[in-house]
């Protein structure tokens, strides 16, 4: 009984510390909100929240799925020695600025022409580098997790740089704008990887970029475009809409609904992180001769490690949204309505299960792909019909509703293939 609880308890620490750290970070991100929010009011706070949205939503675009490489490699260079993972991680490094100054680019190109009369200013130079920083550090996470270091992969990869924006907040925000504060925020997610070389695992003190070699480059290229389209078409589907709708509403609703969306966020960054811990377990139960019913543990244990901690706050969210919002101050108890809606998608979306994982460790990336191309193109359609009409609610609703409809299509294509797949293991046993 003992061992039991023993072997319980382990299991539990190793599913939840990540997440719980993970947690404690979005919290974190979360007190920072309310800081800008009340310091800065709703209007002077719309544009850092804006760009904020969009910075760290295109940090997945940035890294190319050179997070997802990492992760995979990593624990395979490890065998080599120390040295060998810094120089690859070193390779991947350079392949993310290039990305990421190339998008940088297009978005400060953006934040000249919707500047208006005013035209050019010199933070519009920070998005580049911002989105490098980002993803840098998100790689950097991703490579400690295949070092089997989960934990330190969530400090530095997130807990570090969003402590360190929290601390920059309370001494500097109520002197600063929202371009001063994307300052503060560039600032956070620089100083996370120099950290890093200090930090305790060998792997990360050698040289922070390194030039690869030619073929090494296009291999990456070409390992990461599937993922990279992936986390492209996911994130466009939220920077063309948000865009849209700081083109043609007040900027109070862009900060009642970027507001909102970041609340929502808290939901999804502690889904992620137990969802993360059963990717392993999923791929390893979806290659065995007859897989449907070892995957189908796994999720299901997923869907019930997850919704477990979320269920109150969830149903919190929906029935008190005004409540939730009035901590940001009394003028967005205006963002209630869009609270409550993007709570309801969240609850739903998290009772369909880890999606992604499924189809990623199952070898779906085609169909992921393909669900991708046709998510964009539905839901920014329906965004401009929608958004014009309705504001920030017609954004959600465009979203949210392509976003579960092709979660459903993705997991019931998914189950059908993983039952083809062991019918011909059933019929051999018979």
């Known amino acids: 009984m003992r061992l039991f609880a023993l072997s319980a308890w382990s299991e539990l620490v190793r599913i939840f510390l990540p ?55 990593v624990p395979r260079l490890h ?13 991947l490094r350079v392949v993310s600025l290039f990305v990421s100054f190339l998008i940088g680019f297009g978005m400060t190109v953006y934040a000249v022409f919707s500047e208006g009369p005013r035209g050019f200013q010199l933070w519009h130079l920070l998005p580049p580098l911002t989105i ?10 991703e490579a400690l997790k295949g070092l089997a270091r989960p934990v330190a992969g969530v400090v530095y990869g997130h807990l570090i740089p969003v402590s360190i924006f929290c601390v920059l907040c309370l001494l500097f925000a109520n002197r600063l704008g ?27 003190r050698q040289k922070l970029f390194a030039l690869p070699r030619w073929e090494s480059f296009k291999s990456v290229l070409k390992e990461g475009f599937s993922v990279f389209c992936v986390n492209l078409f996911s994130s466009f589907t939220f920077i063309v809409p948000l865009a849209l709708v700081e083109l043609t509403c007040p900027p109070a609703e862009v900060a009642h609904l970027t507001t909102a969306y970041r609340i929502t966020i ?40 997850t919704l477990a901690p979320l269920s109150l706050p969830l149903v919190f969210g929906i029935a008190f949204p005004e409540l939730v ?10 963002g209630a309505t869009a609270l409550r809606l993007l709570v309801i998608i969240q609850a739903i979306a998290l009772s369909l299960g880890p999606v992604f994982q499924l189809l990623l460790m199952t070898g779906n990336t ?6 991708g191309i046709l998510k964009i193109i539905v839901s920014i359609g329906l965004a401009f019909v ?13 979203m949210g509703g392509t976003g579960l409809l092709e979660e459903i299509y993705g997991l019931t294509v998914a189950f059908v293939r993983l039952k083809r797949k062991s019918r011909p293991a059933a019929e051999a046993t018979a």
Request: aromatic fraction near 10%; charged fraction near 15%.
């Open 79 to 91: 065998e080599a020695g120390s040295e060998k993972v810094g120089e690859f991680l070193a390779s």
């Open 132 to 141: 490098s920083a980002i993803a840098v550090t998100l790689i950097n996470g």
């Open 366 to 371: 085609a169909l992921m792909a393909r669900l």
């Open 178 to 204: 929202s371009p001063g504060i994307l300052t503060l925020y560039t600032l956070s997610y620089l100083t996370a990887p120099l950290l890093l070389r200090f930090g305790p695992v060998p792997d990360f």
């Open 386 to 398: 929608l958004i014009p009409r309705f504001g920030g609610i017609g954004m959600i609703l465009a």
């Open 266 to 305: 808290l939901f999804y960054v502690l889904a992620s992180s137990i969802h993360g811990v059963f990717a392993p377990e999923m791929s390893r139960a979806a290659e065995g001769p007859d897989p449907l019913r070892p995957v189908l543990r796994v999720y299901l244990k997923a869907i019930v490690f």
């Open 325 to 334: 919002m009035s901590v940001f101050g009394e003028a967005f108890k205006s």
């Open 19 to 73: 997440s719980t750290l993970r947690m404690a970070g979005a919290g974190i991100q979360f007190l920072c909100t309310i800081i800008v929010a009340r310091l800065l009011g709703e209007h002077e706070s719309a544009g850092f929240f804006f760009w904020s949205s969009v910075l760290m939503t295109s940090g997945p675009i940035a890294t190319y799925g050179l997070e997802q490489i990492a992760l995979r490699n």
